[in-house]
């Protein structure tokens, strides 16, 4: 079983739409939470770390819920340019900043 | 954007030759990594380090090695490529290994082994 799991998609959706991603960990003792987004062909860039109230940055939303050991990305009113895929990302607790990644999430939005 | 240069951006290269990709930062930072990304994977860590001449393993370190002699430049060496090798390398860095640290991302080395 892979550490972070995620649904490669593609999910393709018109603009406007709502949409959401899930992911899931397999280390209970994971600390920090994480999304990335990546373009084709570019570096993963941070899209927002994930709290564990819950946390919210405009039109994102991020929820982790410990106790099934499961993270998602909610993204409201859907652009062209949000087309990307989006990586989730977890910290296991102890040792340097050691980061897992999913393999992620393809984001595919159409006019 | 975080400092972080990578060179060179391209390379293609035969089976058995050594390669050598650098990462420059300036920012200051501790900790820098090297990962590699294929597809149907996650980004694999290959190496890191924790500082001028501390360096340690990551998940997928056979057949790379790495050096760092001063803060901003982190180097990784394919002593003897093999056609496996064969990925999109990017280099990170982060601020401090405790609390919310996020990593930031170099543009990649696209690395092709003939």
């Known amino acids: 079983r892979k550490e972070v799991e995620q649904d490669p998609g593609p999910f393709n959706v018109p603009e406007g739409a709502t949409v959401a991603f899930n992911c899931t960990y397999s280390n209970s003792a994971s600390q920090s939470f994480f999304w990335y987004r990546q373009d084709c062909r570019k570096e993963p860039k941070l899209l927002m770390s994930v709290y564990s109230s819950g946390n919210e940055d405009g039109r994102f939303t991020a929820q982790l819920n410990r106790a099934s050991q499961y993270i998602s990305l909610l993204i409201r009113d859907s652009k062209l340019s949000d087309s990307a895929t989006y990586l989730c990302?977890?910290?296991?607790?102890?040792?340097?900043?050691?980061?897992?990644f999913g393999a992620g999430t393809r984001l595919a939005v159409h006019p | 954007d975080a400092g972080i240069t990578q060179s060179p951006r391209h390379k293609v290269t035969e089976t058995g030759t050594p390669v050598t990709l650098r990462c420059h930062q300036t920012e200051n930072h501790r900790y820098m990594y090297w990962y590699r990304q294929d597809p149907g994977h996650g980004l694999r860590l290959i190496h890191y380090s924790y500082g001028v001449k501390d360096t340690d393993k990551g998940e997928v370190s056979d057949g790379y090695s790495v050096s760092r002699s001063k803060t901003e430049d982190f180097l990784l060496t394919l002593e003897s490529a093999t056609s496996s090798q064969t990925s999109v390398y990017f280099c990170a860095i982060s601020e401090d290994r405790g609390g919310n640290q996020p990593q930031h991302f170099g543009d990649g080395t696209r690395l092709s082994i003939l």
């Open positions: 990302v977890v910290r296991p607790s102890g040792g340097y900043n050691k980061l897992i």
